[in-house]
T-cell receptor, first 114, second 118 residues
Framework: DGGITQSPKYLFRKEGQNVTLSCEQNLNHDAMYWYRQDPGQGLRLIYYSQIVNDFQKGDIAEGYSVSREKKESFPLTVTSAQKNPTAFYLCASSLPGQGIYEQYFGPGTRLTVT | AQKVTQAQTEISVVEKEDVTLDCVYE???????LFWYKQPPSGELVFLIR??????QNEISGRYSWNFQKSTSSFNFTITASQVVDSAVYFC???????????????FGQGTTLQVKP
């Protein structure tokens, strides 16, 4: 079945450690996105990529980094510079890199940093 | 600036009641798209509908219906005869400025938590 996978579902880390969240899609979508969701809040865009080897900062990119070496994969690294990393992270993809189309979401990764 | 407002933070209804979730948006674009997503307790957002700014026809899909009114900048979502399985957080979203960026980015509202009690 086509879809978006994110692993792991729950992730625990100590403060000061970098951590990488995985996002893989087999929908042949060009565009991919990373969002952060805090309790009772909407989604805030961290980074997005419209095409392989290219990505742009979203609204809250500080303390995060990404790469887009393959069309299927868009990993997100939460660095130690991110002051409040505990959150629910959602990855999404949409068909073309250009234009407005619905985004399809993965199941999310809940990150807890203590 | 573009913005989506979902003024209802939480709604609680009893099963079989009809419920309407409000969404008001702000944009200067003449071409834009609106979306609704459902986020069940599992956390994954499920796409429900996409509507472009030139299509003001109301849409019905089973128990779900959407009322798009450009005059009031609203795109409301109604669930008829609600069921316990409808309990979720519902998000309304607006496409980022189509004319200037064409990035496919979406601007989300804060979400409305719907609880349907048996």
């Amino acid at each position: 079945d086509g879809g978006i996978t994110q692993s792991p579902k729950y992730l625990f880390r100590k403060e000061g450690q970098n951590v990488t969240l995985s996002c893989e899609q087999n929908l042949n979508h060009d565009a991919m996105y990373w969002y952060r969701q805090d309790p009772g809040q909407g989604l805030r865009l961290i980074y997005y990529s419209q095409i392989v080897n290219d990505f742009q900062k979203g609204d809250i990119a500080e303390g995060y980094s990404v790469s887009r070496e393959k069309k299927e994969s868009f990993p997100l690294t939460v660095t130690s510079a991110q002051k409040n990393p505990t959150a629910f992270y959602l990855c999404a993809s949409s068909l073309p890199g250009q234009g407005i189309y619905e985004q399809y979401f993965g199941p999310g990764t809940r990150l807890t940093v203590t | 600036a573009q913005k989506v407002t979902q003024a209802q933070t939480e709604i609680s209804v009893v099963e079989k009641e009809d419920v309407t979730l409000d969404c008001v948006y702000e944009t200067r674009d003449t071409t834009y798209y609106l979306f609704w997503y459902k986020q069940p307790p599992s956390g994954e957002l499920v796409f429900l509908i996409r509507r472009n700014s030139f299509d003001e026809q109301n849409e019905i899909s089973g128990r779900y219906s959407w009322n798009f009114q450009k005059s009031t900048s609203s795109f409301n979502f109604t669930i008829t005869a609600s069921q316990v399985v409808d309990s979720a957080v519902y998000f309304c979203a607006l496409s980022d400025s189509y004319s200037s960026s064409n990035t496919g980015k979406l601007i989300f509202g804060q979400g409305t938590t719907l609880q349907v009690k048996p």
